[in-house]
């Protein structure tokens, strides 16, 4: 990629999570690490490119688990979050 | 990069649009709930649209890795109870920054790219994974209480110092030398995963929440480096927003706990032993009077810490707290930032036992409200309400803000035995003339006031 695309990629996007949390309630920080941490699961994006291109025994192995690690980060990430919210929502209709 | 079709260009694409609506949601209680299953969608369109990547191979393998991973995290996620949030937190997210160095690992096994830019972000990225995926697992040991003290080397600054410059001069090594030989990649990771290692041993289990916030944005990061590499936009996005927004929450953490980071990294609180010592007596009370005080009081504020948590004592307290209400009495819940294991933990522990909202209030609502108080009840808390924090330097808790619970007229601390809390500091506050002590696991002593009161009429 365009390095200095990338680099700009890079100054936006870390202001757009710096502006996202600056004005988070106390209460929602540790859903929103625990949601934060779901989202760079999507590594198991980049982890499933890493494996589809593995060659040699070496490179499958270390992509494999590179792949179940990042489906783990995804999905536990995704089950934690979404039940420390869904408790809010349940006090909010009461 | 190679040209990729449309649809998984626009797959990504659509998935990094989600997270971000999807964290914009999370940051507001209202909309938090849709927050995550929007990014959860942004996930799916991402892993689909990644499987249609012309030329992908070992797709057997990829499937049996995704569905062992995906689902064994799913089941233990959906099992895991409240009060052990924090350490899931950090085992999944020391998980994702193991998968960005594994990506780094895959890069340089194959000899990947020889362009400068590209390795310098691939070796960085695998540094800080791999350091995010041992010191992880560190933290989950510490507060899954696998590992139950601190471990401190010798000159352990030193030692940190040392390792953290042989990684990085082997990494240099690799970009100088690219593509690097098997040795000297095999050497770096070792020395980066042990890195991770010997830098969280011998960080104190109070100051867990800080790191574990500090390895998120660590993972972070990685998965934007490694995001670069691939030429991955929606890996660069989802991991600098989080590591912009992680580095931004962790250091919101810290600052409630008055530890720099910088403190909490070189310089770990020692336990026990340190600080003044204490003269004075405990003095005991019993449950009837503790509900009697309560009782009659105008205004009663409760504070809850970690220990009533691990009492699973919330449900009961809510149903003390509605009979006191029902008698007239006005009770507000105070909650410390750090109060439970990470900031916010204890708000969502009682909102899980149906605590409302508007009761519930943080350190700069409420600590002005002490002083009208006629019982300040401390519920499985100790650090946090400990006065030594604002008068004894040499205390290692000096200077963190604590609630002024010591200014109401009576204090009642339930608490299962005389020993410290988690920073192994005495607490001046239960030596006090209107500090009272109910002894006993919180769910027993809350039901046994529940009985009192009940009583009481």
Redesign the interface.
Known sequence: MDGMLALYIFMLAAFTGYEIIAKVPVILHTPLMSGSNFIHGVVVVGAMIALGGAETVVEQAIGFFAVALGAANAAGGYVVTERMLGMFKKKEGA | ?MTLPIYVQGA?FL?ALL??F???G?????T??R???V??YG?LV??AG??L?P?????A??L???????????I???R?K?TD??Q??A???G??G???A??A???F??GGSHHT?TVVLAVIGALIGAVSFTGSCVAWAKLQGVLKKAYRLPAQNAVNVVLALAAVALGVAMVVSAPARPELVVGFFALALLLGLVVTLPIGGADMPVV??LF?AF??L???F???V????????????????????TQ??AK?MNRPLSNILFTPMVAAGSGEAISGTMKEVGPIDAAAMMRYAAKVIIVPGYGMAVAHAQHKVWEMTELLEEAGVEVKFA?H?VA?R????M??LL??A?V??DK?F?LDEINGEFGQADVALIIGANDVVNPTARTDKSSPIYGMPILNADQAQNVIVIKRGKGTGYSGVENALFYTDNCRMLYGDAQPMAAEIIQHLKTMG
Request: glycine content about 18%; cysteine-free; aromatic content about 6%.
């Open positions: 990069m990504w998935g997270f971000i999807g964290l914009k999370m940051s507001s209680p209202a938090a709930r927050g995550i299953v990014a959860g996930m991402a892993v990644t499987f990547v030329g992908l191979q070992n797709l393998l990829m049996v890795a995704l569905v062992l991973g995906g689902a064994g995290a799913w233990s996620g959906q895991v409240m949030m924090p899931m937190v085992i999944y997210n998980m994702g193991g998968a960005a594994g990506i690992a895959v890069e096994a194959r830019i574990i916030s998120n993972t972070g990685a998965v934007g490694e995001g670069y691939l030429g991955n936009p929606a890996l660069i996005i989802a991991g600098i927003v989080v590591g912009a927004a992680g580095t931004l929450l919101l953490m409630a909650i930032p439970g990470m900031p916010g933990h708000n969502v909102a899980e149906g409302p909202y519930i943080d």
